[in-house]
């Protein structure tokens, strides 16, 4: 591997091609299944034809223009956004980090605008995962992402996730949110109750917080609704987007409620690339699909079917899995050998899946996938689990 490549990454020795619905070609003409979608990415899978023709017919049109104009593209997919969820307003950027930047100085911004600038603390969760920038490292947290980068940037307090004491006792004057993943995906796809969620969105209107949700990797129809915390029932004042969002155009969203977004004039947060014609044409391309009458309901139903299956393989093989969970097609399985010898036995059978935290092996597949993946996905583990069994 070239070192002019910084090594930021360990990297597993394959170079893909080309890709093809659920499917991608190595350069040694291997394929392979693709449950990882580029972590959660490719919610159309590979070379979807209307995302691809909407790119190529907007990138031959006009690609870029800056946000010194109206964009048009722009307009269409914060409408249909703002039409189909809690928020009014959406501001674009380019990643998942991007966006918790927008939502954490949409915070901050917010109490200013209250006269209260002293309350900038955003409370998060042990575990959690929420970007690289220096202030989504603080808010995630955790040293493994911290170390050597210090000093932490200032206003992040981490508590135990679930214990209602502990973020009672975290919220001081200072505070401003609360922000919280549905489910956290990279710590191992441990999901938040419901009951939880709304025990949160009451803390919140007690102690005048934002309650702030990080749905990069759990929006975009990625459990079966839109957005994950539409399960609960309870409405956030700012929820974030990137991952599916483009469908393998990387574009980035933080959405608010018109009174959490307050104090987000013109002149206070910007981006160059951010919502330009050609990242919108990939996002509402992306939307005309999810959108459309009952994929919802497919996702919910194909990923019930994925679940049921991966529940009656782990009764099958517990000495291998110990534990099956997640919602809709962000599933986690929680393993009893290290879950990277899963990872690789499943990549030696030709199926991608990607690790995560407490020892779990994910599959994200493409939201559009049918019977026939799911099934061969579970012919592959079936075989892995009868190698690393005893
Ligand atoms: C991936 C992820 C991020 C970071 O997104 P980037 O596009 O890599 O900046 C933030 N939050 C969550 C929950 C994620 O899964």
Redesign the pocket.
Known sequence: MTEAVMPTYGRVDIAFERGEGAYLYDTEGQKFLDFATG??VLCLGHGHPHLVSEIQRQAATLMHTSNLYRISGQERLAERLVANTFADTVFFC???????ECAIKAARRYHHENGQPERFRVITFEN??????LA?IAATGQEKVLDGFGPKVDGFDQVPLGDIDALRAAIGDATAAILV?PI???GGVLPVSDQLMQEIRRICDDAGLLLMV?????GMGRTGRLLAHEWSGVSPDIA?L??GIGGGF?V?ACLATAEAAKGMVPGTHGSTYGGNPLAMAAGNAVLDVILADGFMEQVQYIGDVLLSRLEDLRRRNDSVIEEVRGKGLLVGIKCKVPNMDLVTAMRARNVLVPPAGDNVMRMLPPLNIEASHVDEAIAALEDVCRELGQ
């Open positions: 972590l959660a380019n990643s998942g980090a991007e966006a918790n959690c995962f929420h970007g690289r920038t989504t993943e956290q995906a990279e990080d749905e990069v990797q759990t974030t990137g991952k990387p980035g």
